[in-house]
Nanobody
Framework: QVQLVESGGGLVQVGGSLRLSCAAS????????MGWFRQAPGKEREFVGR????????YYSDSVKGRFTISRDNAKNTVYLQMNSLKPEDTAVYYC?????????????????WGKGTLVTVSS
């Protein structure tokens, strides 16, 4: 089993920045493919981005590309989501996701492990 705990959410103004963290335990972190999803009120959970186990490759949704950056520190068992130039439409609960041996899919179905989420609110 893999346990994921997100932190770093909060209230931020439009154009501001926020960094989310996701601490993983229960499995060798360097074997995990990691990603982030988000879910706005009344909407389906959507893919934000993902990173390979080595950290060498990342992939983002069009809605966040150029503004968000995913990174990981395998020594700290932590993956990060740096969010810049935040917009009101970025308001959502952000979820950390993990897969063992497989790339994070761009749809939430099939993701093996989820965190409980952290709320990000972007105010105008």
């Amino acid at each position: 089993q893999v346990q994921l705990v997100e932190s770093g959410g909060g209230l931020v103004q439009v154009g501001g920045s926020l960094r989310l963290s996701c601490a993983a335990s229960g499995r060798t972190f360097s074997s995990l493919y990691m990603g982030w999803f988000r879910q706005a009120p009344g909407k389906e959970r959507e893919f934000v981005g993902r990173i390979t186990w080595s950290g060498t490759n990342t992939y983002y949704s069009d809605s966040v590309k150029g503004r968000f950056t995913i990174s990981r520190d395998n020594a700290k068992n932590t993956v990060y989501l740096q969010m810049n130039s935040l917009k009101p439409e970025d308001t959502a609960v952000y979820y950390c996701a993990a897969q063992v041996g497989l790339q994070i899919p761009t749809r939430p179905n099939g993701v093996n492990y989820w965190g409980k989420g952290t709320l990000v609110t972007v105010s105008s």
